[in-house]
């Protein structure tokens, strides 16, 4: 009886041993470092450009933790195009985690605006700006990114040219830029030769680069390398022009965002005057401004004064807005 129960503890002990290694692997499988690394590279590659077919090579990217939510949200038009702007904006988040914050956002500035007691216009005025908060976030992590790539690429440019010298290939060129480079830049090219390596073509992986960062200089230098590769010629004295190209659009536009930096700060201050102005004497006086909203002419007022601001803005951003 007693080597019944030594043999029950030794099954109990290889069973408990057995279950521990399969959570570990489990977790191995898909929360450990290495595999986070690698679905992040999947996922950074799916959000690419879609004109072949040799992007059934990599895994699309989730929308959703849920398969369920995945479903719904896949229904949602635009839905590819809003991931894709995630993409470009760096943040490590999905398509379900931003609407989640959107909704949320949205919902707390209902809550205030009622607490506040204010009138129903402004409630819905607070549930439209408190709403549109996460995606003001996204689009200023994405222009802030972009431009950095677009400081960085020119460097990034000039090394390829000095290892295209030095006898490297082009995909060893993307290569030797995803691993000297800084971020952001080294991330887009490192996905860029990954595709290669996963089987994709160079054009492909090319415009994937261009759809991922849609940056004109780097439009630029993927159409040069495209056709250079169709009609031959010097590859690397032609980036070097395209480098030297962007750096002096580049200093030409530094020179226009100082000179027009102070008609920015009026756009913004102009802008912003009656709204602010609005707010303070709603706090001081609640009830001055009741009458915009109860009277039919206060209505006219209002969408008068909305529509000539409106109209205001787009002018001035046209006038502070110079392409180089």
């Not at 503890?9 to 499988?29: D, R």
């Not at 006086?285 to 787009?314: A, E, R």
């Amino acid at each position: 009886m007693d080597y019944f129960y030594y043999l029950f503890i030794a099954l109990a002990f290889v069973a408990v041993v057995l279950f521990l290694e399969g959570l570990y692997l489990t977790w191995s499988a898909h929360r450990s470092p290495e595999a986070v690394r690698i679905e992040k590279r999947l996922q950074a590659i799916s959000a690419s450009w879609h004109g072949g077919t040799e992007q059934d090579l990599v895994k699309q990217r989730l929308l959703s933790d849920s398969a369920k939510l995945e479903r719904l949200l896949l229904q949602l038009p635009s839905i590819h195009a809003l991931d894709r702007l995630l993409i470009q904006s760096g943040l490590q988040l999905n398509a379900a985690n931003f609407l989640g914050y959107t909704v949320i956002s949205a919902l707390g500035g209902l809550m205030i605006a009622s607490l506040l007691n204010l009138h129903f216009v402004f409630l819905l005025l607070c549930l439209v700006i408190m709403g549109a908060i996460p995606l003001l976030i996204v689009f200023a992590s994405r222009h802030k990114r972009l431009l950095k790539i677009e400081e960085q690429l020119p460097d990034s440019i000039d090394l390829m040219a000095r290892a295209l010298k030095a006898g490297h290939a082009l995909s060893g060129t993307l290569q030797m830029v995803a691993e000297e480079s800084v971020e952001p830049i080294a991330n887009e090219f490192r996905i860029t030769f990954e595709e290669i390596n996963f089987g994709i073509s160079m054009q492909n992986a090319l415009m994937n680069l261009s759809t991922r960062v849609p940056i004109t200089d780097l439009r630029y230098l993927v159409i040069a390398i495209l056709i250079q590769r169709e009609s031959g010629g010097n590859l690397a004295e032609l980036l070097e022009n395209i480098s030297s190209l962007i750096r002096a659009r580049l200093k030409l536009l530094g020179t226009i965002r100082v000179l027009s930096a102070e008609g920015r700060l009026s756009a913004w201050i102009l802008g912003c005057l009656p709204f602010a102005m609005a707010a303070v004497i709603h706090f001081v006086n609640p009830g001055y401004l009741n009458v915009l909203f109860t009277n039919p002419l206060g209505h006219l007022f209002v969408g008068f004064s909305l529509t000539m601001m409106v109209i205001g803005i787009f002018a001035m951003w046209r006038i502070i807005k110079i392409r180089v």
